[in-house]
């Protein structure tokens, strides 16, 4: 199924698949993978496939740990 036919975090299914957290991140399939296989993402390994409960998910996206990375912004005059 689509994650745009999701209407709220509430709809979203218990197991997210790859794609699901790709599209709610909005990154490439790559970063998601990337992501996906590190070590501080709760990844479920079923053979081949990769998913994620939504509530481990969601904690993990919510960690006080994550650091908001800032780019510097330059402007030429």
Do not use: C
């Amino acid at each position: 199924m689509d994650i745009n036919v999701y209407s709220s975090w509430e709809t979203l299914p218990l197991i997210l698949q790859a794609k699901d957290v790709q599209m709610i991140l909005g990154i490439s399939k790559g970063k998601t993978y990337e992501i996906m296989n590190s070590v501080g993402f709760p990844t479920i390994h079923l053979n081949k496939r990769m998913v994620v409960s939504k509530d481990k998910f969601y904690e993990w996206l919510n960690k006080d740990e994550r650091k908001i990375r800032r780019r510097a912004i330059y402007v030429s005059k």
